[in-house]
């Protein structure tokens, strides 16, 4: 019975030291203290994007991956079926070659206007434009020749004025001589355009002074008018010795002067041509001053 009495008193000391036991508190340890491995326990998945590496991915989303021959899956209008059209230096279709498709657009006639912009058309999206076209009134220069309006290579202009003494003036036309005549040829555009001429002419005391002046071949759009005002020698103004107007458009306009009875008529005489209608900027009409 001896050695039941003892293992009962061990059995209650051991209870007591099991009593005493506080357990530790590992809230504030570290993993050196604890000895335990925190790391990420998770699989070893990769994280990268693995689109831009792989060729059998379409980054760009245009149909074609590396694979299928895309030679830049970072550019959607990079690919075998694109169009290499462009003279950009890039070889869109990606065959090896840039822009074997570009066609110079200089070589091209657009409007089928028989002319392209090598052949001097100057507006190849217009086919009323062309180096062989008629130049109208439209502010337009149709036949490519730098001008909106052949108007413009009028020798005479500007000449809506004219200062008395300038005889350099490229609307003074010098003496109109005892039986002479100087024609030139006009053009009337815009419609507000006014043209002025100045001759010379002398009175011959015992000849009869006497001019006409004409305006002829007047193109059929427009109806002209006609003013002459005297200057004598000394450049005072003797006021308007007569006017003259067509009648209706195309027609002739004639204004004769006989000169004043027993008079001196030497001066200059500056004539103004305007238009009661229309214009033309293509095609000219005559001026003829003739002196008897």
Do not use: R
């Not at 217009?126 to 439209?138: H, W």
């Not at 815009?190 to 000849?207: A, K």
């Amino acid at each position: 019975m001896l050695w039941i009495s003892l293992l009962l008193a061990c059995t209650d000391d051991f209870k007591n030291v099991d009593q005493n036991i506080v357990p530790l508190d590992t809230s504030e340890l570290t993993d050196d203290d604890t000895g335990l491995d925190t790391a990420d326990t998770d699989d070893d998945t990769n994280t990268e994007d693995s689109d831009t590496d792989d060729p059998i991915e379409d980054i760009d989303g245009d149909g074609w991956t590396e694979d299928e021959g895309d030679c830049d899956d970072n550019d959607p209008n990079i690919n075998p079926d694109a169009l290499d059209d462009d003279n950009d230096g890039e070889d869109e279709n990606c065959n090896g070659q840039a822009d074997e498709d570009w066609i110079n657009p200089a070589t091209l006639d657009s409007d089928e206007d028989g002319f392209t912009p090598n052949d001097g058309d100057c507006d190849d999206e217009d086919p009323t434009v062309y180096p062989d076209a008629t130049e109208v009134c439209d502010e337009i220069d149709n036949d490519c020749d730098g001008s909106v309006s052949d108007v413009q290579t009028d020798q005479w202009e500007p000449n809506s004025s004219w200062t008395f003494g300038d005889l350099n003036a490229v609307n003074y036309i010098g003496e109109l001589a005892d039986n002479s005549t100087i024609e030139i040829d006009n053009y009337h555009f815009p419609e507000t355009d006014v043209d002025t001429f100045v001759f010379f002419d002398e009175d011959g005391w015992f000849d009869s002074f006497h001019f006409t002046i004409t305006l002829y071949q007047v193109p059929v759009d427009i109806e002209l008018v006609m003013s002459v005002e005297w200057y004598d020698e000394n450049g005072t103004s003797q006021g308007i010795i007569g006017t003259a107007s067509g009648n209706g458009p195309g027609t002739n306009v004639e204004f004769d002067y006989e000169g004043s009875t027993g008079g001196d008529d030497t001066g200059y005489y500056v004539v103004t041509i305007a238009s009661n209608v229309g214009e033309s900027c293509d095609t000219p009409y005559i001026v003829k001053f003739v002196e008897d």
